[in-house]
Structure formats: C-alpha cells, structure tokens
C-alpha cells in the first residue's frame, strides 16, 4: 500500500473513530456525575457506579434527557445495617427527574442475623435460605435439637410479615400447626410466632412491591414514581442538594 493510501485509510479510520470517542467520553463523564450525586443522596454508603442504558445518551443529552440509568451502591448503611442496592432509573433527565423505575434493597444474611431479637434462649439463629424460602436455623429443647424454621413472606400495605410455616427436626418436617409440643419450648414458641417489619421509612414516591429470599440476602422490591426524584439539582462542596 502507498504513503498515500496508508494516510488515506489511517484518515477514514480517525473519521470514524474520532465521535464514537467523543461520545464514550461524555458517557463515563455523566456516570461519573451520576455516581458522585447517588453517592451524597445515599450517604452513608460505599461504592456507587452508574450506567447509563443507551448508545446514544450523549445525543440525547443535548435535549435534556439522558434514557435509562442503572445504579448500584454496595454497603448502604441505615440503622446500623449494611445493604446492598440495585436500582433502574427510567428515562432519566439532565435536570433529575424520573419517569418512574424499580429497585431491590438486599440485606445479606450475616447482616440480618445481627437484627434478630432474642429469643430468650442465648443460642443465636441463623437466617438463610432452603432453595425457596426464607429459614432461621438454630437449637431447641432441652437436648438443643437443631431446628429449621421454613417461613412466608409477604407484604400487607407499608408492612413485611414473616409467617413461620413448617419446621424441620432430625430431618423431619412439620407444618407448624402440627408440631408436637411446639408449646413446651417458650424459645422455640416465640420463633414460630409471625413477625411484621413496618415499612414506614421509606422515602416519598417509593413503594415497596414484594420480598423473596435469594442467595445474596432478604430482598425488598421497591417501585419508583415518576415524582420520586423530580426536583433539579444544585451542588454544594461536590454533593448535590434540592
């Protein structure tokens, strides 16, 4: 190949190049921005990243919007508790609002373990997962029988409950309406007892839709309003306020 075609073929290749460049730089410069707001929004919270959903969201931008937004922030810290949360942010505009969007808060096992009052027995009771459900695994008796606790979960307007539905013992599983003298242990009686988990705190324009147990933790499926976050945005010593 010539001097000449070479530069040619090197000119057509910068050409093409050149704005898909420029476009993958306005693109991490946004999910930075993004990343530094959620950040100040979420605080106290660990890592934060963001990802903007579309090819063209530096087209976009030039009209106020910038599409879908995907977020995940790891070690979300409320009351104590450390969380995970995976939120999706649709259509998202340059001023901060929102058309609406779905997140999952995820409260890992190790972390739930550390809310669960006691039940008066001083043997802690582990929470997990038996492939389907939520379980709490711990002792009881006399002779500190290990017992699996198999539960419901299920949402009542702005309340979790968690209803305890069959026991496991020595292999053996029980509906818990059948077992036999679940009345005689008082520390086994106060877990099979149902639990509620008011939802109250949750922020306005945020509504809680369902909860599973999955193998990173409890799960909390929350919807998000087309009003959740519409307000424009200032920044103060790099965090955003309203």
Known sequence: MSRRRLLLAATAALTVIAPLTAGALVTHRAEQRISRVAACRLAPVGDVSATLDSSLAPV?????????VDIHAGELKRQGTSMELDAHLRQVTTS??????AATVTVPYAQLAKRLPDAGSGTPWTPGI?????TFTG????????????TDLRLDANTLVVTPTEVTVLGSTFPVGDLPGRATDT?????????????TALPSGVRATSAEATEDGLALHLALTATATRHQVRTTNGCATT
């Open 96 to 101: 901060g609002a929102i058309q609406g969007g």
């Open 60 to 68: 976009k931008m030039l009209g106020g919007s910038i599409g879908d």
């Open 130 to 134: 038996d492939g389907t459900g939520l």
């Open 187 to 199: 520390a086994l009686a106060q877990r099979l007892k149902p639990r509620t988990v008011p939802l």
């Open 139 to 150: 002792t009881a008796g006399s002779l500190g029988l290990p017992v699996t606790v198999h």
